[in-house]
């Protein structure tokens, strides 16, 4: 299903992205011309559904949560400054669109319940089951690792973000981030290790 | 020893921040050490693994729903015509919202434009005959998430939070009873005395609510900070609240009020008689 | 080092007090305070009625508190409370001593350390100083230093010399009935209010994105933002004037620019109604100013 129109095409933000052309997009969208936010949207969307989705275990909540932060962008473009990344702020505002979300929904939709397992379309099968439930108990232990440690732990594997921005995002010193990610890593081995041993080799999950 | 020293550089090692000498030292104590070399094994091996967690893809509709939305406020903006001329383009919907008192209209449109809030794009919602089905939904959890945040604003211990509450307050859409009543009792309650004028402000907007005038009248009689009771007497006057009378009465006759305060009471006693 | 003891029979030491004591001079006492976690911003909360306070921030982590008690009172009172301390300490015997001691420290939660010297009480907990006067106690003017990133809360009630603070990044709340309010280099959110006194405050930088408000009675408030910051004014004056330099974006139909020439730098002087709203560098931090008689003067940072 193709987008009714098209404003930008994917193409165009798959060529090498220069951290400085987000900040001079944003300027663009500060001056009126909102329709460049959908480069932003090709750049952006996929890593945020998937901190969403590691955040929530639940695809649709993270589909509404990535509209969320695209749609607080152009509401709040005029106190984005030019100072910090983008990617920083957008975070930050993720960040917060999360908090809102957690507030509104009492219970977080069981991971198991959502969490599919990944298609792998070449390795052998019985290769790919263990993978499969390798991720699957990955999945489980990063659901269950405290907030911040989770938050901490994502933005520095898979969303690729500096210590030291991850720092300035969270209002925090550096050292207190680097020790949370030692600590969540810690803890995340703990957990998986634990899951694993309540799970025989091949059977699926429960 | 130099494994507490690890336990600090492990962050920067799974990134591959280490610089080269530090590497090489900790490298060097790694050959000799079998504990940190099997805590640094197993805690990489859990990031590898993290590494090869395959990336989700969102469904199509995603995709679209954006491009939606974007068009809508596009298409907002050029309605409303908020980039050019912010204040008139709001003064058709305002007058629907608010009588015609310039300075508190005027307040309401600066506390909209401060938000950022697109109101060109608002325009556009209500305007719309028939309202696209996601531009609305969002617009209606948009407000839910607010209004949360709002009220929870209003409860922090920072006093310029609190202030952000209450201009938030004023932005929802439809406030419901919960937000009047925590701007009322912002108004009776709150320590500082810029977050109950801010309050003040914000009450005008919903005068016309059950209630909220018998409460604002009572309130004056509470009020100790001279600053706060000239707003308030400004507000009841303005909205020409007759049951005033007697609580502007009874201030005046109070020994310990301001002087410029009883001044301004009974002038409004005068307007309101 | 003295062992404090207070008048009702309670035993707190668990901090050195160092009293200086000269019958010319006032009182000074000297204490420092610890946050729990030095490496988080803290708070440092002040109320008290008479007297001064005057907070700077430094490189250190700790809180550094100097009070000095101004000489009020007669001498004859002096001498009297002075008495009846050393009376105390002796009542009390060592055993007795020791037992209060050991109770005070185990209580938990709160690390407790009181200055019970003349009336001023400090307690910390959870990264959150207080700074309290007895009711009664004499006027103090302290003097305390902090580290930048802290928030403050203070609150003088009776006094001329007010409040002042330099170079401190958190939040500030003051409040003052009489004194004048001064801040200098401070980036806020400032949120303060004055019956009498005037308040002024320069930036160094604005912390984006969180309201501040001013509010004085009869004072003037003059504030001092940087040239590029982006705000959003909302200025009430019932008796006073506004004056800037800044190229202010006001409301449409509150544009009237006079030149005012008496005004230093030739800024403008402009007129309205009751409320002036104006966005500086196209909006965003929201500043509500507030003064009955006083003047509202926004200057821009030189």
């Known amino acids: ?206 | 020893m130099y494994c507490e020293r690890l336990k600090d550089l492990l962050a920067d090692y799974l990134v591959g921040e280490l610089d080269e000498k530090t590497l090489a030292e900790a490298q060097a104590h790694l050959a000799g050490c079998a504990a940190c070399r099997e805590e640094l094994e197993s805690l990489s091996a859990i990031w590898t693994k993290l590494g090869v967690l395959p990336k989700e893809q969102p469904s199509a509709a995603l995709r679209s729903r954006f491009y939606d939305m974007l068009e809508a406020y596009k298409e907002g903006l050029k309605r409303g015509g908020i980039a050019a001329r912010p204040l008139q383009s709001l003064s058709s919907w305002l007058s629907r919202l608010v009588p015609r008192r310039p300075a508190y209209q005027l307040a309401l449109a600066l506390v909209l434009i401060i938000a950022g809030l697109g109101s060109g794009y608002l325009l556009n919602v209500r305007s719309r005959s028939n309202a696209r089905f996601e531009v609305a939904t969002l617009k209606h959890e948009v407000n839910d998430m607010r209004r949360t945040v709002a009220v929870s604003l209003l409860k922090q211990a920072s006093p310029s939070e609190r202030l952000m509450g209450v201009s938030w307050s004023v932005q929802l859409d439809r406030p419901g009873d919960e937000i009047i009543a925590a701007l009322l009792e912002t108004l009776d309650h709150d320590s500082n005395v810029n977050v109950r004028l801010a309050a003040v402000d914000a009450l005008y907007l919903f005068y016309d609510h059950p209630e909220v005038k018998e409460r604002l009248v009572r309130s004056l009689a509470g009020q100790t900070s001279p600053l706060v009771q000239l707003s308030l007497i400004d507000l009841l006057v303005g909205i020409r609240e007759r049951r005033a009378v007697e609580a502007l009465g009874q201030l005046i006759q109070d020994h310990k009020i301001n002087p410029k305060v009883k001044k301004r009471a009974e002038l409004g006693l005068a307007q309101l008689s | 080092m003295k062992t404090i003891v207070r008048l009702a029979g309670i035993i707190i030491l668990l901090w050195a007090v160092g009293m200086a004591d000269s019958s010319q001079q006032s009182q000074a006492d000297h204490a420092v305070v610890s946050f729990t976690n030095p490496a988080k911003p803290g708070s440092l909360e002040v109320d008290i009625r008479e007297g001064s306070i005057t907070v700077r921030g430094y490189e250190g982590k700790d809180v550094i508190i100097d009070a000095r008690w101004r000489e009020r009172v007669l001498t004859g009172e002096k001498r009297e409370m002075e008495a009846a301390l050393a009376e105390a300490e002796e009542e009390l015997d060592q055993e007795e001593l020791a037992r209060k001691k050991a109770q005070a420290e185990k209580s938990r939660g709160m690390k407790m350390l009181a200055v019970e010297s003349m009336g001023l009480t400090i307690e910390e907990e959870d990264n959150v100083i207080q700074v309290s006067v007895e009711e009664g106690k004499r006027a103090v003017d302290l003097v305390i230093q902090v580290p930048f990133s802290t928030s403050l809360q203070l609150s003088c009630r009776d006094d001329e010399r007010g409040v002042t603070v330099e170079r401190v990044n958190g939040e500030i709340e003051v409040d003052t009935s009489d004194g004048p309010i001064t801040l200098t280099n401070v980036s806020g959110p400032v949120v303060a209010d004055s019956s009498d006194g005037e308040i002024k405050v320069v930036f160094g930088k604005i912390t984006p994105g969180k309201p501040m408000s001013l509010s004085a009675m009869d004072g003037d408030i003059d504030i001092t933002l940087p040239l590029d910051v982006k705000a959003s004014l909302k200025m009430k004056t019932d008796e006073g004037q506004i004056f800037t330099d800044f190229d202010v974006q006001l409301t449409p139909s509150q544009q009237k620019k006079e030149e005012d020439e008496r005004k230093e730098g030739g800024g403008y002087r402009v007129t309205y109604e009751k409320v002036t709203l104006g966005l500086i560098n196209g909006g965003g931090t929201e500043i509500q100013l507030t003064t009955y008689e006083g003047n509202i003067y926004v200057r821009k940072a030189k």
């Open chain 1, 1 to 206: 299903m193709e987008p009714k129109s098209i404003w930008v095409s994917p193409n165009e933000t798959r060529r090498f992205v220069d951290p400085t052309s987000d900040n001079r997009l944003m300027e663009e969208i500060k001056d009126g011309r909102v329709e460049r936010l959908a480069i932003l949207f090709e750049r952006y969307h996929v890593m945020l559904f998937n901190f969403f989705l590691r955040l929530t275990g639940n695809r649709s909540h993270s589909e509404d949560l990535v509209q969320d932060v695209f749609f607080r962008i152009l509401k709040y473009r005029k106190t984005y400054q030019g100072q910090s990344k983008f990617s920083v702020w957008m975070y930050q505002i993720a960040r917060n669109a999360h908090v809102d979300h957690l507030r509104k929904r009492k219970q977080e939709m069981s991971l198991d319940d959502q969490f599919e397992e990944p298609a792998s379309a070449e390795t052998p099968a019985v290769e790919r089951m263990s993978a499969e439930i390798d991720a699957a108990l990955l999945n489980r232990a990063l659901d269950r690792l405290p907030l911040r440690k989770k938050e901490v732990l994502l933005l520095s594997r898979f969303q690729e973000m500096k210590y030291r921005e991850i720092a300035e995002l969270m209002g925090c010193d550096i050292g207190s981030i680097k020790s949370t990610v030692h600590r969540a890593i810690k803890d995340l081995g703990r957990i998986y290790v634990e899951l694993q041993g309540g799970e025989s080799s091949c059977t699926a999950k429960d």
